[in-house]
């Protein structure tokens, strides 16, 4: 059973940093592709940043230069790290997982990911 379990969401000012977490556990595969999704209130579920096990990484627009995602294959950790961070960046984010992902290629279709953590939320005030 794959589960995954986010941390790291708070309130924080404009320009301000959060670290999200997320612990994978319950795979074995050696592709696959890992990704942070938002939703705020109102608006539709959008992909902020994903990567996969050949590598790459895949950014959202808006996030790019500001963002960043990494992941510990030893501790089976997936990172957001979320500098400058602007008010519009508030929303319940979640981390996905797509399992197993055979092309190892980053993507942030929302249909592609099979598995779903429950959201930390990410408050960003003015």
């Known amino acids: 059973q794959v589960q995954l379990v986010e941390s790291g969401g708070g309130s924080v000012q404009a320009g301000g940093s959060l670290r999200l977490s997320c612990e994978a556990s319950g795979y074995t595969y050696s592709t696959y592709c890992l990704g942070w999704f938002r939703q705020a209130p109102g608006k539709e579920r959008e992909g902020v940043a994903a990567i996969a096990s050949g590598g790459s990484t895949r950014y959202a627009d808006s996030v790019k230069g500001r963002f960043f995602i990494s992941n510990d294959n030893v501790k089976n950790t997936l990172y957001l790290q979320m500098n400058s961070l602007k008010p519009e960046d508030t929303a319940m984010y979640y981390c996905?997982?797509?399992?197993?992902?055979?092309?190892?290629?980053?993507?942030?279709?929302?249909?592609?990911?099979?598995?779903w953590g429950q959201g930390t939320q990410v408050t960003v005030s003015s």
């Open positions: 996905a997982a797509d399992l197993p992902s055979p092309l190892g290629v980053a993507h942030l279709r929302h249909s592609g990911y099979d598995y």
